[in-house]
């Protein structure tokens, strides 16, 4: 139930109601156990990752079998209202939330999974941690040039040339993003 999800929010941020409809994770995890298995390195999407439940149940799914399970969620940086909860906590769009419950959730799944493997190597096996590390990739301005779409009244094809000329060349920028995303 959405209600539950809005429980765990609050179990995991400590306060008020950040999110206004949260997936609830028992939901997702219980789909991400349907459709992948734990010895393959199935990617999951969430076009729409909100809060970042899919992540978060993915993170506890793979530290329940052992999967390795990859996520990927695409969020737009949607701005919070500034009468709502999460921008009166601080979380200036829905990104930071996402990014800050798969952080949160991540230290409660290795603390859940360090008691276990504690309860665990009693019997001499050893399990390693669970992955909870993430990257995130923040898009900036684009770096293709808009094109001149204005007829060309006098058929002066240089200026046809021209404005192929300018899609060509990328701008400076570009270029340093281009090599600060290749590292």
């Known amino acids: 139930m959405n209600s539950d999800a809005t429980e765990e929010i609050r179990a995991l941020f400590g306060q008020g109601k950040l999110f206004t409809h949260p997936k609830p994770s028992k939901l997702l995890h219980h789909f991400v156990k349907i459709a992948t298995t734990s010895n393959n ?7 729409f990752s909100g809060s ?23 969020q737009l940086p949607e ?4 009468k ?4 009166k906590a601080g979380y200036t769009n829905i990104c930071e939330i996402g990014k800050e419950r798969i952080r949160r959730a991540g230290a ?3 603390e859940e999974h360090t008691e276990k493997t504690v309860q665990q190597t009693i019997d001499g096996s050893e399990t ?3 992955d909870i590390g993430f990257r995130v990739l923040k898009l900036d301005t684009s770096n293709l040039h808009a094109w001149d779409g204005t007829p060309i009244g006098d058929g ?8 192929f000329d300018a ?4 701008s400076s920028k570009t270029a340093l993003i281009w090599i600060l995303s290749l590292k």
């Open 156 to 163: 002066n094809l240089q200026t046809l040339f021209d404005r």
């Open 128 to 130: 390693s941690p669970p």
């Open 108 to 110: 409660k799944i290795l």
């Open 84 to 87: 709502s909860e999460a921008y």
């Open 167 to 170: 899609r060509e060349k990328p």
């Open 79 to 82: 701005v919070a209202e500034e």
């Open 41 to 47: 390195e199935d990617i999951i999407l969430d076009f």
């Open 52 to 74: 970042a439940t899919t992540a978060h149940a993915v993170m506890q799914l793979n530290a329940e079998d052992g999967g390795n399970r990859k996520f990927i969620m695409v």
